[in-house]
């Protein structure tokens, strides 16, 4: 079955129009296909929406995750009892919304992943990690940047050596003693 063919119900789709609109949003600006479109939906004259007509209007309302939330799981292309749900679709929002707290607060995604593949139903912690990434830019939550997550890892003891080395170099000094360097010199 071919997944921009199925029909998607459009009454969920009124309400989060109007949030839009309601927020400034202007149907004349939108393109003329999606434009077209919010207006049915609005006038009550279109009770349905095709899957990739949904996509292309979320894209136009600058609302990506409305795809993940209306639209029904979606199979593989094998058919049959050992057919599973795409992997994207494991994910409810709020469970993408509490993994994003834990992200922003300091864990990474590959952390995440470890700690919580059983519980949302993944094989291995890769894959839930993959997962997480793909429904983080599907939801359009931001991202630690890897430059980012890798200095948050490297610091040690929450002082950096380079802003200030001699500051570093003395605070060192007073809890751990002297540096090796310091034994050279004075021998």
């Known amino acids: 079955m071919n997944d921009d063919l199925v029909l998607v119900d459009a009454a969920p789709l009124v309400a989060e129009l109007r949030e839009w609109l309601a927020a ?3 149907l004349d600006l939108l393109p003329a296909g999606p434009c077209r479109r919010a207006r049915a939906i609005l006038s009550g004259e279109q009770n349905v929406i095709r899957l990739d007509a949904l996509d292309r209007l979320a894209v136009a309302l600058d609302r990506p995750w ?13 058919s049959g009892p050992w057919a599973k749900p795409h992997p994207l679709r494991k994910l409810t929002t709020e469970q993408v919304r509490a993994a994003h707290r834990l ?3 300091g864990m990474s995604i590959r952390e995440l992943g470890r700690r919580l593949h059983e519980r949302y139903g993944y094989a291995t912690a890769h894959s839930c990690a993959n997962a997480l990434s793909a429904a983080f830019m599907r939801h359009g939550l931001e991202r630690r940047e890897r430059l ?3 200095i948050a890892a490297s610091i040690t003891h929450g002082r950096g050596a380079r802003a200030d080395k001699a500051a570093y170099k003395r605070w060192h000094r007073a809890t751990y003693g002297p540096w090796p360097s310091d034994r050279k010199a004075a021998a």
């Open 103 to 105: 992200h922003v607060e």
């Open 66 to 78: 409305l795809v993940n939330e209306l639209a029904p799981p979606t199979r593989t292309k094998r």
């Open 148 to 150: 980012e997550a890798t």
């Open 24 to 26: 400034g949003g202007r």
